[in-house]
């Protein structure tokens, strides 16, 4: 006679849904997926995914300027009205050149670049504070706060 246990009596499903699948649980290798931990791929290219190509577009094209519509550092992005007019334009957080975060009513000067796939918006790139926005607390990159 063996020693061994007999083997214990199958489980009844507890579930209709798990009706005719195998009763054993099995271990599922997961692949690292961008949508765990509440991060977001963002579709919207920063200055270092960014191609080469329209990179040099961008750098070569015209200098516009414009007010700071909004801008919220902890999301990374804002708004640029434009001085000639026209629809608002995305400023990301990796394109702002210079010490100070912007605020409402700074005035910047940018170059514009087209945002993919479809290339139909406009994100504003070389993005430099020309005025702060008077009477307002402005903040440095490292945290300092000074009032204008």
Not at 4 to 24: M, N
Not at 40 to 65: E, I
């Amino acid at each position: 006679m063996s020693s061994e246990p007999p083997p214990p009596p199958p489980q009844p499903p507890t579930h209709q849904s798990s009706v005719g699948l195998l009763d054993t649980p099995r271990a599922r290798d997961r692949s690292p997926s961008p949508l765990r931990g509440n991060v977001v791929p963002s579709p919207l290219p920063t200055r270092r995914t960014r191609t080469f190509s329209a990179t040099v577009r961008a750098s070569q094209g015209p200098v516009y300027k414009g007010v700071c519509k909004c801008f919220c550092r902890s999301k990374g992005h804002g708004f640029i009205t434009p001085a000639d007019g026209g629809p608002d334009i995305f400023l990301h957080i990796s394109d702002v050149e210079g010490e100070y975060v912007p605020v409402e009513g700074d005035e910047v000067t940018y170059k514009m670049c087209s945002i993919p796939p479809k290339n139909e918006k406009l994100q504003a790139v070389e993005v430099v504070i020309t005025h702060l926005a008077p009477g307002t607390k402005h903040e440095t990159w490292s945290g300092h706060v000074i009032s204008s």
